[in-house]
């Protein structure tokens, strides 16, 4: 579940434009009686490369306080504008570095991001869905256990609500669908024994 953060973009900003972000939100885990979602939180930051295109990058704030550094880098790019009913279409390159306090232990996630998107209404809204993939490297993923499969996808559907310079995102994600939760120490919670449901809220600022 290293990957439990939202999409980090999914379109590109304007020519020259910085943005600053962060995010709150993680899987849903059963804590008492209660389901609630893990507080994470992130924080980021993008710059338009051109109209099509932004590199961003982003630090794990909940995962730092914890003892793991754990820092993100992007590229996004624009591969098609929305043309009526058929969505505009973004791709997106990421490298996840990871490294404890304690043994110093370091591992790289290479991701692949790609969403699509349809305006909603005459301000700037806009909803979405895509898939993340996430790559394990190694054969052996978190607390040693041997890992079934390099290849962990996580499906999301969101909302955008574009305000000025301001922006708010709501996003549901299922993480790790194909991966079992059943040996887990943490109560995950998802439509069965595979994975978990995510919710994230999000919030930007552009400059």
């Not at 790559?135 to 962990?152: C, D, F, H, V």
Request: net charge positive.
């Amino acid at each position: 579940m290293a990957a439990c953060s939202p999409v980090t973009l999914v379109k590109p900003l304007a020519k020259k434009q910085w943005a600053a972000s962060a995010t709150l939100g993680g899987p849903l885990i059963g804590f008492g009686n209660a389901v609630i979602p893990v507080p994470y939180t992130s924080l980021g930051a993008a710059y338009g490369l051109t109209e099509h295109s932004t590199v961003t990058a982003r630090i794990h704030s909940t995962a730092a306080l914890f003892g793991v550094a754990q820092l993100d880098a992007g590229y996004l790019r624009q591969l098609r504008k929305q043309q009526k009913a058929i969505p505009g279409i973004s791709i997106m390159g990421q490298g996840t570095f990871m490294i404890d306090r304690w043994k110093g232990l370091a591992r790289f996630y290479p991701q692949i991001d790609l969403n699509a998107w349809w305006d909603v209404g005459s301000k700037g809204n806009y909803c979405y869905t895509g898939l993340t993939s996430w790559y394990e490297l190694q054969s052996n993923g978190t607390g040693n256990r041997k890992q079934p499969s390099n290849w962990i996808p996580a499906w999301n559907v969101g909302f955008c609500r574009e305000r000025s310079n301001w922006s708010t995102r709501l996003e549901l994600k299922y993480l790790a669908p194909f991966t079992s939760h059943d040996a887990l120490t943490v109560d995950y919670k998802s439509p069965g024994e595979n994975g978990a449901l995510g919710v994230f809220v999000g919030f930007m600022r552009k400059f």
